[in-house]
Each structure stands twice: as structure tokens, then as C-alpha cells.
């Protein structure tokens, strides 16, 4: 009986991840070149002030069906689609006023759902499925990290982790530097900063050898080689990183 149960427990997460998602989009041209600025919500936001699901800038070149010259078409009938991985996005409608306008569908890939469970992530919901194909979260990559030995890695994290460019080439670099900082929310965290293998390099040509929260705080107060010469201009030598942070924090170099 349990047994039963089970099976038609993971039935229905399976079915709700490979639920299509529907409602409103819109595309327009991005903030930077080569960009396509994209924005979706599901049901009618007639009613309601805040409830835009997501935004986001992708390259042009992962949409089929749109170009940035038909936005200038006024009236234009469009059907744009994103496919990826984890499914396909699609929006659907009319250009007006230099955007499309129309009609958003999101429908999963049950294939990928099934080889994600494989690889330990049970946690596919429609709306993660979203962020992954908006990410292009791949099978490979997932494969990548895992064959380099991070650890602690989840359905959430793995967004995260996508978003800042954490691959396995960041991780085993880190380590032969010095760092096998493994942990999925650690290496985010590094990387989100701006911690990088040049960056261990060039702390350790001032003499310096930290550990991986003195890298991090390193990197967030910007304490770097022309940092530290202008101390040692005001007569500050050898300082240690953490009264090099307590400067920066205080403001002392101004």
C-alpha cells in the first residue's frame, strides 16, 4: 500500500512539473546589444498592482520566430520561441509601440525532468523548470559540477549557481590555487563577489595568503595592489587583512 502511495505521490510532482504555464509576455529590445529584454506573467494582472512573474535579458540568438527588426513592424502577428533543455518558451501575439504583445506559454521537457531525477534533483517544479531554460541549464553542466566534486548542490542552488557562470573550470582552477572550497552555496558566494583564480594570484603577489572568507571580504571592500601601496605610502606596513577591511570599513583611507 505504501508502495502505492509513493508511486502515485512522484506521479503527481512529475505530472506538475510537466504542467505547461500560461498568461501574459512581452519582448522588446534589451539594455545592452544583442539583447532581447523579455517579461511574462500568468493569468489576467488587470486587477492586481504587483504581478509580474519575471524579467529578463537574453541573447537574440536563443529565440526563433523574432528579430530586433520586427519590432519596428507595428501590427506585426509574431509567434517567438525559446527552446531549451529544461522546455520551451514561447510568446505569441502582436508588435505594438516597438514590443510584442501577446500570449506566454512555458511547456516543460518531460525528458529532462526524468534525467534531472536521475542526477538526484527531484525538485522540478514548472516554475523552476522556467528558470532553468531562461539560464540554460543543461544536463552537461549539471554533469560538470557534480564529476568536479561540488557538493551540497539542490534544485534551488543550481540556479544560482548558473547565473554567476560557476562551472567546473572556476572550480578545479580554485582548487589547484589553493581553495577546494566544494560546497555549492560557497563557491555562489566566492563568485558572486568577483572571486577568481587571477584574483588569488594577484593577492598573493602582495604577500598575502587568505583564507576563503578573507578572499571574499577582500574582494567586496576592493582591497587591492594600489590599495596597499598607498597605505604603505602613509606609513601603514604589514598590515594584516583584516585591519586592511577595518580601513576600508571605516573609511580611514579618505
Given at each position: 500500500m505504501r508502495g502505492a502511495v509513493l508511486g502515485l505521490c512522484l506521479l503527481a510532482m512529475t505530472a506538475a512539473a510537466s504542467a505547461e504555464t500560461?498568461?501574459?509576455?512581452?519582448?522588446?529590445?534589451g539594455r545592452w546589444d544583442g539583447k532581447i529584454s523579455f517579461s511574462w506573467d500568468r493569468g489576467d494582472c488587470a486587477q492586481q498592482q504587483h504581478c509580474r512573474e519575471g524579467d529578463s535579458e537574453m541573447q537574440w540568438s536563443r529565440w526563433t520566430g523574432i528579430a530586433p527588426e520586427d519590432l519596428q513592424h507595428e501590427g506585426a502577428t509574431l509567434d517567438a520561441r525559446m527552446t531549451a533543455e529544461a522546455g520551451e518558451m514561447r510568446c505569441a501575439g502582436k508588435v505594438h509601440d516597438g514590443?510584442?504583445?501577446?500570449?506566454y506559454s512555458f511547456t516543460p521537457n518531460p525528458d529532462f525532468v526524468k534525467r534531472m531525477e536521475a542526477l538526484g534533483f527531484n525538485d522540478q517544479t514548472s516554475e523552476r523548470l522556467q528558470g532553468y531554460a531562461m539560464l540554460d541549464v543543461t544536463i552537461a553542466w549539471v554533469k560538470d559540477l557534480k564529476d568536479a566534486h561540488v557538493t551540497d548542490m539542490t534544485a534551488e542552488n543550481l540556479m544560482g549557481l548558473r547565473a554567476l557562470k560557476v562551472d567546473a573550470a572556476y572550480v578545479r582552477a580554485m582548487t589547484v590555487d589553493g581553495y577546494?572550497?566544494?560546497r555549492a552555496e560557497k563557491l555562489t558566494g566566492m563568485k558572486a563577489v568577483g572571486v577568481t583564480p587571477e584574483k588569488v594570484q594577484a593577492v598573493r603577489a602582495m604577500g598575502y595568503s587568505p583564507n576563503e572568507e578573507e578572499l571574499i571580504q577582500m574582494s567586496v571592500f576592493k582591497i587591492d595592489a594600489p590599495f596597499v601601496e598607498r597605505m604603505k605610502a602613509r606609513g601603514f606596513?604589514?598590515?594584516?587583512?583584516?585591519q586592511l577591511v577595518q580601513i576600508k570599513v571605516f573609511k580611514l583611507d579618505e
Open positions: 500560461s498568461g501574459k509576455c512581452s519582448i522588446t529590445a514590443a510584442l504583445q501577446g500570449s577546494p572550497e566544494l606596513k604589514n598590515l594584516t587583512i583584516a
